[in-house]
T-cell receptor
């Protein structure tokens, strides 16, 4: 399946620490996107990385992509309590559809 | 905040009722999507549209139907609600290149009793 699979399923850290989440997939991709979802709300787009890119930064976020290993990672540096949310990777292959993984639930303790 | 809206936000309804979940966006996006998400789980695509008069079924079988008569409006209808339809329904629209990001509405949490 094209679905991305996030790892770990849940992560609990202290404020100020870095949080790393991983996403693995099985097919070729056009791009890979990361989204955040606060409890019970819609998703918010964080960052997109194309298949020909290896690393992208946006503020405290860093995303890497290794197409040979079919994996991506999202790093949140200097985490804050407000970063507490679920984080999803989404795969866009050859179609118009995005396929979402099951998400990593991040808890940042103050 | 994205300019995409969903109503109602919460709905509790009895089995057998017909319901329509509304979704509208003011960004002029051609592509729109409906997802179903159970608590703590992944999103499943149930319908999508490439533009006016275009609708397609998604990856998850759904008893719902959609219509796209206007670019900004993409309602989802359940002809006869059942308890198995209890879930959160998320509407999204997609920007074109180079962004490709999807903008999500706040969701409708549906409970069928």
């Amino acid at each position: 399946s094209q679905q991305g699979e996030e790892d770990p399923q849940a992560l609990s850290i202290q404020e100020g620490e870095n949080a790393t989440m991983n996403c693995s997939y099985k097919t070729s991709i056009n791009n890979l996107q990361w989204y955040r979802q606060n409890s019970g709300r819609g998703l918010v787009h964080l960052i997109l990385i194309r298949s020909n890119e290896r690393e992208k930064h946006s503020g405290r976020l860093r995303v890497t992509l290794d197409t040979s290993k079919k994996s991506s990672s999202l790093l949140i540096t200097a985490s804050r309590a407000a970063d507490t949310a679920s984080y999803f990777c989404a795969i866009r292959g050859g179609s118009e559809k995005l396929v979402f993984g099951k998400g990593t639930k991040l808890t940042v303790n103050p | 905040e994205a300019d995409i809206y969903q109503t109602p936000r919460y709905l509790v309804i009895g089995t057998g009722k017909k319901i329509t979940l509304e979704c509208s966006q003011t960004m002029g996006h051609d592509k729109m999507y409906w997802y179903q998400q159970d608590p703590g789980m992944e999103l499943h695509l149930i319908h999508y549209s490439y533009g006016v008069n275009s609708t397609e079924k998604g990856d998850l079988s759904s008893e719902s139907t959609v219509s796209r008569i206007r670019t900004e409006h993409f309602p989802l209808t359940l002809e006869s609600a059942r308890p198995s339809h209890t879930s959160q329904y998320l509407c999204a629209s997609r920007a074109g290149p180079p962004s490709y990001e999807q903008y999500f509405g706040p969701g409708t949490r549906l409970t069928v009793t």
